[in-house]
Structures are given as structure tokens and as C-alpha cells.
């Protein structure tokens, strides 16, 4: 089973902030490495797939880097809007989530 | 516009079987290229993927659960089906089903909304 850790497990920010979340695989996924974000009683909202393509319809304020076991996911200037909890996702061998990154209101 | 809705009963005895239905519209379960998932989540914590189904039939779980969980689908009615048996009070979650897109790194685009399963006695 390939593991998952994110960190950090939770971070505050402020507005305009430039926050980074990383997550590490416990083995090689290429770039199978998606992103989502999580807001109180919703479901996930896809981010970025593939380790650093932008879905539709996401600002560009989201991106997405690495490849192999380690990854980024960075917002460049936060939004209200933004906080919210993140997880990544492996699709390399099965699937498998990280346990999330809680960004909080400083 | 693809949409999923989860549904189900909303409370299951311990050691009986959950069964969830979702129902899909604006898509199909049984063509194109796709894989249909189920995803939960405990109470405060993350997710967890449980599984999928390919439009062929092809599935895949995860290993923690593969013992007790099968996913299957009805291309007559559109719907994906969710049991997982032998549940116990750690089941107890938010159940959401989802559509893979298999060309984007088999991400998630489409989810349900979720549906609240407890397993009380």
C-alpha cells in the first residue's frame, strides 16, 4: 500500500498570504498526484490532477508541483474563500488520500 | 453536466450489511472509459477511498477493506451500489460516490453530496 503524509497537518494564514501544503508518497507515483479542497459539510473539490494541471474553473492562484514521492501544492495570494482543509490523492497503484491540511484564519 | 446522488439507509445495526445506491444522471456507468468510485469519511477525519468500478466491470478495493466490500452497477437504471458487510461502530461515515476521470490521473471531478451512514444497535 503506498502511504500518504501531508504537512503540515495544520497551518493559519492570513489573507494574501503565500501558503504551501506538501505531500510525500511512501513510493515512486510518476505524477499520479491529484489535489482537493474540503469546506465543512461539502464534498472535496477537485484542484489540480496529475501533480501540477489546473481544473477548470479553479483560479490560477492554485498550483501544483512535483513528481515522483514528494509535492506541492501552493496558493499564491489566499482568499477568503480559501480556508478550508486539503488533501492529496495517489492513483498510482490503487488510491489512496493524505490525511489533510487544515489552513486556518490567523 | 454530470450529477451523483447517494442514497441509502441512514442507520445499520452492528455485524449487518450497509448498502448504498448511487444514482447517476448525465453520464453512464456501463460506457466510455471511466471508473466509479466510493470515498468516505468519519466524523472529523480524512477520507478514505473504499473503491471502484470500471465501465467494464473491472474493480479494484482498498486493501483494508477488501474483504467485506463490493461494488457493482445496474446500466439499466444508471446506478452504482456500494455493500460493505459486517460493519461495525468504525463504519459509521459519510459515504460519497464519485466519477474518476481517468485520462486526468484518475481524479475525482464529480462527487455526490454524501450520505450519513451510523452503525448503531
Known amino acids: 500500500d503506498i502511504q500518504m503524509t501531508q504537512s503540515p497537518s495544520s497551518l493559519s494564514a492570513s489573507v494574501g498570504d503565500r501558503v504551501t501544503i506538501t505531500c510525500r508518497s511512501s513510493q515512486n507515483i510518476i505524477d499520479y498526484l491529484n489535489w482537493y479542497q474540503q469546506k465543512p459539510g461539502k464534498a472535496p473539490k477537485l484542484l489540480i490532477y496529475?501533480?501540477?494541471s489546473l481544473q477548470s474553473g479553479v483560479p490560477s492562484s492554485f498550483s501544483g508541483s512535483g513528481s515522483g514521492t514528494d509535492f506541492t501544492l501552493t496558493i499564491s495570494s489566499l482568499q477568503p474563500e480559501d480556508f478550508a482543509t486539503y488533501y492529496c490523492?495517489?492513483?498510482?497503484?490503487?488510491?489512496?488520500f493524505g490525511q489533510g491540511t487544515r489552513l486556518e484564519i490567523k | 453536466q454530470v450529477q451523483l446522488q447517494e442514497s441509502g439507509p441512514g442507520l445499520v445495526k452492528p455485524s449487518q450489511t450497509l448498502s448504498l445506491t448511487c444514482t447517476v444522471s448525465?453520464?453512464?456507468?456501463?460506457?466510455?472509459?471511466?471508473?466509479w468510485s466510493w470515498i468516505r469519511q468519519s466524523a472529523g477525519k480524512g477520507l478514505e477511498w473504499i473503491g471502484h468500478?470500471?465501465?467494464?466491470?473491472?474493480?479494484d478495493y482498498n486493501p483494508s477493506l477488501k474483504s467485506r466490500v463490493t461494488i457493482s452497477t445496474d446500466m439499466s437504471k444508471n446506478q452504482l451500489f456500494l455493500s460493505l458487510t459486517s460493519v461495525s461502530a468504525a463504519d459509521t461515515a459519510v459515504y460519497y460516490c464519485?466519477?474518476?476521470?481517468?485520462?486526468?490521473?484518475?481524479?475525482?471531478?464529480?462527487w455526490g453530496q454524501g450520505t450519513l451512514v451510523s452503525v448503531s444497535s
Open positions: 464519485a466519477k474518476e476521470v481517468v485520462v486526468a490521473a484518475a481524479a475525482l471531478e464529480y
Open positions: 468500478i470500471s465501465t467494464s466491470g473491472i474493480t
Open positions: 448525465g453520464d453512464s456507468v456501463s460506457s466510455g472509459s471511466s471508473y
Open positions: 496529475a501533480a501540477s
Open positions: 490523492q495517489q492513483t498510482y497503484s490503487s488510491s489512496s
